[in-house]
């Protein structure tokens, strides 16, 4: 089956540190992967994508890079900001007959000024 | 244009009482998506929609849990006797299907079971 493995938070730290985020996949078929973003109170947004072995996500400053060998797409950002705050998680999407999202468990990010 | 909208924002009930809880997609999309968010478990799919087609119910949890879409819109979760466990923000979700395309979330329902 498929699934995801994020490190477990919660994250904190001071503004402009740098960021990473890891995560890790298994998958039947060849996945798209993403990060969605839920900043407290909202709802779930897509952050970043990527489709293809060695693409690059971005958006925002934050960055993914779609590590095939590796079955990584681990999240970085080098100068966080207080804004940065929320919840991150980790997801991936497979073709057959439903396009489901499976997510990993999600990683709190504090970003303290 | 609207995004997807879900009501109610909370519901709180009683263990062994029945809740609906209804999602509005964006207009014209296809695809429809329940999952729910619980602590500790993460985001879970729990069934998928999409045009006419048989809705997939792979990740409804038990019998207690059902769904519908009427007229290819709205769409409505039933959780019949709910238990503790149930407690949870579902979350609705909407596309203009495929794999390529982005699913829009919508802001949730935090259930609780008392």
């Known amino acids: 089956g498929n699934s995801v493995t994020q490190m477990e938070g919660p994250v904190t730290l001071s503004e402009e540190a740098f960021l990473t985020i890891n995560c890790t996949y298994t998958?039947?078929?060849?996945?798209?992967l993403f990060w969605y973003v839920q900043y407290p109170g909202e709802g779930l947004q897509l952050l970043l994508k990527?489709?293809?072995?060695?693409d690059k996500g971005s958006n925002k400053g934050f960055e993914a890079t779609y590590r095939k060998e590796t079955t990584s797409f681990h999240l970085e950002k080098g100068s966080v900001q207080v804004s940065d705050s929320a919840v991150y998680f980790c997801a991936l999407k497979v073709g057959g007959s439903n396009y489901k999202l499976t997510f990993g468990k999600g990683t709190l990010l504090t970003v303290n000024p | 244009g609207a995004g997807v909208s879900q009501s109610p924002s909370n519901k709180v009930t009683e263990k062994g009482k029945d809740v609906e809880l209804r999602c509005d997609p964006i207009?014209?999309?296809?695809?429809l998506y329940w999952y729910r968010q619980s602590l500790g478990q993460g985001l879970e799919f729990l069934i998928y929609f999409q045009g006419n087609s048989a809705p997939d119910k792979s990740g409804l949890p038990s019998d207690r849990f059902s769904a519908e879409r009427t007229g290819g819109s709205v769409s409505t979760l039933t959780i019949q006797r709910t238990q503790q466990e149930d407690s949870a923000v579902y979350l609705c979700?909407?596309?203009?299907?495929?794999?390529?395309?982005?699913?829009?979330f919508g802001p949730g329902t935090r259930l609780t079971v008392l």
């Open positions: 998958a039947t078929g060849y996945p798209s």
């Open positions: 207009s014209g999309h296809t695809a």
């Open positions: 990527a489709t293809k072995a060695d």
């Open positions: 979700a909407s596309s203009s299907g495929g794999l390529w395309n982005e699913q829009f």
